[in-house]
């Protein structure tokens, strides 16, 4: 889609593949309306939209994606900002070596990478439904093909390993795509997600432990640039190629099919409910 004037809603967009994705988009002239977690970060990114498209109104709202009050504040700030939303994108992600659990009670990667994105895009149903036809964009990953799902432990409470964790959270992300775009058809708002590719971002930088650092090395020795990384979310954020397409699983700008676990609808219903039970949004 031309995106002159159209309102882009992003998580995730101060570094690597979201800030590189911003950029092109804003390049393209839609308007930036950011999630960002820490301030100097986030003006930095406004500061650069603003360079390259300074008539757009870019905005940035912050919140710590890893609380769920958090995550409902800034959806409500948005949609009260925002009558119309052309595209969201669910991209704020991380990975954890050691298992941390949120003021929820939430085990991490589950709050961030996957309780976020159903928040935040239920949240924003109304604004992007007024603006159909909209897309939603979510990051999800390739590492969800070695996903074990264990729908009695969505917290990880027992025998937690750090990137079999960050591996579910990513396996939810494609489930909970599939589950959405079934609940949102005949909208007119389509729902994709894909898989950037290793990317040499700051991803694992913070992990800690022996983890962070194979992260580290693999991505010295066979990461792509986050400019690459970036090129499946600008597609199917603007691709004409994917105006009808919803519930997809891409890579390298094309469809491609998840994990059989992925595929599984009853188990995707499961996920639904429970998050949206934990979510308080049920
Ligand atoms: N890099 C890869 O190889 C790879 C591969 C497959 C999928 N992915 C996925 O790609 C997405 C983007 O990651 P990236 O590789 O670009 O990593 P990154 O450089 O670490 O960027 C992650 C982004 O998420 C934000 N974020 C993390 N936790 C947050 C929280 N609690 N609240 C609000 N924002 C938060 C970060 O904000 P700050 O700037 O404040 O840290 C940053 O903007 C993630 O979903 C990741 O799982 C990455």
């Known amino acids: 889609m031309g995106l002159e004037g159209k309102v882009c809603v992003m998580t995730g967009a101060t570094s ?65 900002a925002e009558p119309r939303i052309d595209l969201l994108v669910n991209n704020a992600g991380a990975l954890f070596t050691t298992r941390e659990v949120t003021a929820d009670g939430l085990e991490k990667h589950f709050a961030v990478n996957h309780v976020a994105y159903f928040v935040i895009t239920l949240m924003l149903r109304e604004r992007l439904v007024a603006a159909a036809p909209a897309r939603v964009v979510s990051t999800a990953s390739g590492a969800h093909y070695g996903a074990r799902l264990d729908l009695d432990d969505l917290q990880y409470a ?9 591996q579910r959270s990513k396996l939810y992300n494609v489930m909970w795509t599939r589950e959405l775009a079934r609940r949102w058809a005949g909208t007119g708002v389509t729902v994709n997600c894909f898989h950037p590719g290793f990317v040499a971002t700051r991803y694992g930088d913070n992990a800690g432990g022996l983890l962070a650092f194979g992260v580290r090395v693999g991505k010295k020795l066979v990461a792509i640039s986050p400019e690459k990384g970036a090129r499946t979310l600008v597609y199917l954020a603007t691709s004409p190629e994917v105006a009808g397409i919803t519930g997809g699983y891409f890579t390298r700008c094309a469809l491609k099919t998840p994990s059989e676990t992925a595929q599984n609808d009853a188990a995707a219903r499961r996920l639904w409910d429970e998050t949206a039970r934990l979510a308080g949004m049920g």
Do not use: S
């Open 16 to 80: 690597g593949i979201g800030e590189v994705a911003a950029e092109a988009l804003a390049r393209q002239g839609a308007r930036l309306v950011l999630i960002a977690r820490d301030e100097a970060r986030g003006e930095a990114t406004l500061a650069r939209l603003r360079a390259i498209a300074p008539a757009a109104a870019h905005r940035v709202h912050y919140a710590d994606l890893a609380r769920i009050a958090e995550m409902k504040r800034v959806a409500t700030e948005i949609a009260a």
């Open 158 to 166: 027992n025998g937690y390993r750090g990137f079999q964790a960050y």
